[in-house]
């Protein structure tokens, strides 16, 4: 069983960045790809952004993409979410999860596992 500790998130005018940082313990982490989600009040979580386990495939959601960028570590068992250009439609608990292959480019939460506890993104307008 893998562990996800989320970590990052505050609260940031439109238009500013964050980066996000998910640190992994547990089972081997750099054998799996990784996820990113979001969620917002009232609404279902959302696919943001995906990792191949090399880092080398990524995948990211149209209404991020250009904004966003995932990165992994494998050597720290980290992934992170770099975001710029944040709006108020960005702002969400985010999420990480562990994929169901080394890649896939699958976009569903049901295919991911090990949630992290999530950490809070604000983007004030």
């Known amino acids: 069983q893998v562990q996800l500790v989320e970590s990052g998130g505050g609260l940031v005018q439109a238009g500013g960045s964050l980066k996000l940082s998910c640190a992994a313990s547990?089972?081997?982490?750099?054998?799996?790809?990784m996820g990113w989600f979001r969620q917002a009040p009232g609404k279902e979580r959302e696919f943001v952004s995906s990792?191949?386990?090399?880092?080398?495939?990524?995948s990211y959601a149209d209404a991020v993409k250009g904004r966003f960028t995932i990165s992994r570590d494998n050597a720290k068992n980290t992934v992170y979410l770099q975001m710029n250009s944040l709006t108020p439609e960005d702002a969400a608990v985010y999420y990480c999860?562990?994929?169901?292959?080394?890649?896939?480019?699958?976009?569903?939460?049901?295919?991911?596992?090990?949630w992290g506890q999530g950490t809070q993104v604000t983007v004030s307008s």
């Open positions: 999860a562990v994929g169901p292959t080394y890649w896939s480019t699958t976009s569903s939460s049901g295919d991911f596992g090990s």
């Open positions: 547990g089972r081997t982490f750099s054998r799996y790809m």
């Open positions: 990792s191949s386990w090399s880092g080398s495939l990524t």
